[in-house]
């Protein structure tokens, strides 16, 4: 087997293109997702999509989110 020196320079030889498949194909192999974990997930969403259908949730407005952010933004930083 080459050693990861070998293989990055392999790599750098290759078109860009091909270079970004190679990244997802790596990144991929270490991604692989749980399938419980998956399962919890979708069973939280429709779970939360119900309680909103049934109003038991509260609704926050995004132009309301985008201005909480941008208080807290522009009160931590100079920039605003």
Excluded: F, H
């Excluded at 750098?12 to 270490?30: D, F, H, K, M």
């Excluded at 909103?52 to 522009?74: A, M, N, S």
Aim: hydrophobic share 35%; charged share 40%.
């Amino acid at each position: 087997m080459e050693s990861v020196d070998q293989l990055a320079k392999k790599a750098a030889g290759l078109q860009p293109l091909e270079r970004i498949r190679l990244v997802e194909a790596i990144l991929y192999s270490l991604d692989k997702p749980d399938p419980n974990i998956e399962q919890s997930w979708v069973a939280e969403s429709e779970a939360r999509y119900e309680a909103y259908k049934r109003g038991e949730l509260e609704v926050i407005d995004w132009d309301e989110i985008k201005k909480r952010y941008e208080r807290r933004t522009c009160s931590s930083s100079r920039a605003c």
